[in-house]
């Protein structure tokens, strides 16, 4: 497997799971990132615009010092990263070593029905590379 | 690992300013930051301490145009260099395509240059790289201080020191006044662009 490049083909499909099973349910901004930082795809829902450059080095960053942390005091992984706000909430879900996914949302969705949705669009993307 | 999109045509690439605490590597990107105001698009993100000291990255987003089609998209971050901070120093390092390593030209920084240079060496190890393969520049900061009167470490010993082994471009230069930054930056991003072709033919 090498991530270091995407044919469009699978990017265009990848951003067709994203839309599907994320935006649709209204999830506001949707990532896919490497460990490194670099962004693989990302989706929003128009409205909401960041800048998902600086986004996603922070958020590598922040993914891969809780997953140290995690290390430092046995744990394979800490399965849930949310962070909590008044008007957004970023989940941030493990699509396999290399991937991350992260979903910026509103308080209309709950984070049960969220994980639901994520954990769909995780498989359907893993089998993209099956 | 850089990451090519092939649908956007774009591609990202990762470089890392490398060195030993207070060698001037945020002081770099603050000058890219300054002078090449027109390619950045978003705001220089600094995770830094009270004391202005680097306590995870800065990140610097930079847009060099197009090669062959693609949008070139330049990601600067730098490494905070207090002895203290290795862990954090691995992660930023993680997918890193290019490194310029900046040492301090100051005489009693010539021991902290080396272990710096060699702990360097261990990181890439640790992340199945190597020093000897990826792409870097050697930069010599603070070459200003010399006309100060300030004692500051010829070039021939630096090239001893850090890179008669590496032997790698290398440059003496100032982040402070910008005198030879935007060279080392060129030579970085030209070296890495051209590794990335390679790896790709
Ligand atoms: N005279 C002179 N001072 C410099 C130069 N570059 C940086 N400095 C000064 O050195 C100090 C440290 O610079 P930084 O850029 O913060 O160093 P750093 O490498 O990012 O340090 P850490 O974040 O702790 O790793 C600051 O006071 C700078 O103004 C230079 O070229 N000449
Ligand atoms: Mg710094």
Redesign the pocket.
Known sequence: MNYGVVSQEQLEKMDEILTEKLIKIGVDCVVIIDMAGNIITAKDNDKNKYDIYSFAALAAGNFATVDAMAKLVGEQEFSLLFHKGTDCNIHFSKVDDELLLISMFGKEISLGYLRLNVAETIEAIRKLWA | MSFINLKDKVIQVKIVYY?P????????LEYINRRFRKQIQSEMVSLKTHG???LFFDFLPFDMGQIKGFDLKIQLY?????IKYNATRKLVLRGVDGIVF?ADTQQQMRGKNIGSLNQLHQNLVGLKESIFRIPLVMQY?????RKQGIPVLPTNILEHDLNSKLKVPSFE?????GYNVPETLKKIISSTVMSIQRKLS
């Not at chain 2, 730098?78 to 207090?82: E, F, L």
């Not at chain 2, 900061?141 to 201080?145: A, G, H, P, V």
């Not at chain 2, 230069?173 to 006044?177: C, E, F, I, P």
Request: net charge positive.
């Open positions: 060195g605490g207070r060698g001037g590597k945020t002081t770099n202005d000291r680097t730098t490494v905070p260099g207090q900046v900061n603070k070459i200003d201080l230069a100032s982040a402070l006044t």
